[in-house]
């Protein structure tokens, strides 16, 4: 039965996975977090932070580790299979009809009509984790962490690699909360 | 050669961290300029579907490609080849982590990584913001209150902007057709 959840879990996050990486956290974390309450906004966290200093696309990541953390391996494998199936699919339908689809007025339009979601998926993707719904699971716990995010804005913006930006405040962490 | 396909893309999803667009350079010089496998041409059009197709760009890419070069078999040789270093790597992970997670040093470093990634996730947000019209902007402004203070689920949303955006298509091109 979990197994079943799982799938179709990440079967949905796979289909509705437009935008790329960071726009699927929003619907990994309304699916997974916000509905199935499998694991708390804090251990999301963590699992997008590990997921930036390992390879590979944060929606295959946290297939892995969640479906390993609610189903042991064959769990992981449920989820990362159904998260790459429609991907695999819709890729291979695109590919066979791409002269078909390249000058579609409607799938252009969907597209464009699209991108502002995506934007305020990504936008709502940080502020659950900045403001979790419960006081216990909040990742913002002092003044260090709105220093350590201003930082890593900063970081970001001026183009610094994200895992040496990950690696840095798991140091200052040791250092500041020891 | 679909042997090849998997080893090309199994180095490509070992040494790609972060995901995503950090991939497309590597993917570009490994198929395009070692393989051959891809005209750049072609290689970009194709792009452009795989950022548009739902799913990570790095797996869109890889079935892309692996299509193109040896059929269906092709296509599955190159997702497995993204797919299973991450996977393996997570899983790893995953098993050590239950274990060491109550650790003190490990706390202390997750405590603060986790503002670190709120901000990379931020980023983004700012940089794509720039490339939408004022309007656009209020859109997914809209869409960000209803998803994290009301709790929507994104994919109605996103249903929904791609209606909008369809009709929107319709009624500019029955205006100019007119006019």
């Not at chain 1, 944060?58 to 391996?73: D, L």
């Not at chain 1, 502002?116 to 216990?136: E, K, T, Y």
């Not at chain 2, 050669?1 to 961290?17: A, E, P």
């Not at chain 2, 890419?61 to 190159?78: E, W």
Request: hydrophobic content about 60%.
């Amino acid at each position: 039965m979990i197994y079943l959840q799982l799938f179709i879990s990440y079967l949905k996050i796979g289909f509705f996975g437009f935008g790329g990486g960071y726009a699927m956290l929003s619907l990994i974390q309304n699916e997974i977090v916000e509905q199935r309450g499998w694991i708390t906004a804090s251990e999301f966290a963590d699992i997008i932070a590990v997921s930036q200093i390992t390879p590979g696309p944060i929606a295959i990541n946290s297939a892995t580790y969640i479906g390993y953390t609610i189903g042991g391996i064959a769990g992981s494998a449920v989820a990362t299979f159904a998260v790459c199936l429609p991907a695999l699919t819709i890729m291979l339908l695109l590919t066979r009809f791409f002269l078909l689809l390249k000058s579609n007025r409607y799938v252009s339009g969907a597209v464009a009509g699209m991108k502002p979601v995506v934007v305020g998926m990504i936008a709502a993707a940080a502020l659950l984790l900045m403001f979790p719904q419960s006081a216990d699971e909040a990742n913002f716990i002092d003044g260090w962490s709105w220093a350590l995010f201003a930082l890593t804005l900063l970081g970001a913006y001026k183009k610094v690699n994200p895992i040496l930006l990950i690696l840095f405040s798991a140091v200052a962490g040791i250092v500041v909360y020891m | 050669m679909i042997w090849q396909l998997f080893i090309s893309f199994f180095r490509i999803g070992l040494f790609t961290f972060g995901g995503g667009y950090a991939m497309i350079p590597l993917i570009e010089r490994e198929v395009i300029d070692r393989r051959g496998w891809v005209a750049r041409e072609e290689f970009l059009e194709l792009l452009t579907i795989a950022q548009s197709a739902p799913g990570p760009i790095s797996l869109n890419t890889s079935v892309f490609v692996g299509y193109k070069v040896r059929g269906l078999l092709g296509a599955v040789a190159a997702i497995l080849g993204v797919v299973i270093p991450s996977f393996v790597v997570i899983l790893i992970v995953a098993i050590f982590f239950a274990n060491i997670r109550h650790n003190e040093v490990v706390d202390a470093a997750f405590k603060a990584m986790r503002p670190a990634v709120v901000a990379l996730i931020v980023a983004p947000v700012i940089g794509l913001a720039g490339t939408l019209n004022l309007w656009l902007v209020a859109v997914a402004a809209l869409v960000a209150v209803a998803v994290w203070w009301l709790g929507w689920s994104p994919i109605y949303l996103l249903l929904a902007g791609a209606a909008a955006g369809i009709a929107w298509s319709v009624w500019s091109a029955r205006k100019e057709g007119r006019g």
